[in-house]
Nanobody, 119 residues
Framework: QVQLVESGGGLVQPGGSLRLSCGAS????????MGWYRQAPGKQRELVAK???????DYADSVKGRFTISRDNAKNTVYLQMNSLKPEDTAVYYC?????????????WGQGTQVTVSS
């Protein structure tokens, strides 16, 4: 049974910071690419940041320079450090684990954690 559990969301003022965590179980964590996605009400889900098994990263242009994704394979955990938060960052943030080989794709999602940026 695969499980991804997000934590660390909450209410923060503009300019503030939050650190999201996602703990994974039931997968060989180190071989998976891990990502953070978000979805605001009435909008499509979008990729915020991802980190591959080798450690390389990608970020949405809207968060580049403000957010940092990292992983700790020993703890089966991926993090998203969010600084200089803006109201437009308000969304439910979802953790994703992805792996593919020549035969199959593996794609798993957490339940999400709410981030609200408001004054």
């Amino acid at each position: 049974q695969v499980q991804l559990v997000e934590s660390g969301g909450g209410l923060v003022q503009p300019g503030g910071s939050l650190r999201l965590s996602c703990g994974a179980s039931g997968i060989i964590f180190s071989i998976y690419a891990m990502g953070w996605y978000r979805q605001a009400p009435g909008k499509q889900r979008e990729l915020v940041a991802k980190i591959r098994s080798g450690g390389s990263t990608d970020y949405a242009d809207s968060v580049k320079g403000r957010f940092t994704i990292s992983r700790d394979n020993a703890k089966n955990t991926v993090y998203l450090q969010m600084n200089s938060l803006k109201p437009e960052d308000t969304a439910v943030y979802y953790c994703n684990a992805y792996y593919s080989n020549s035969y199959k794709e593996y794609d798993y999602w957490g339940q999400g954690t709410q981030v609200t940026v408001s004054s």
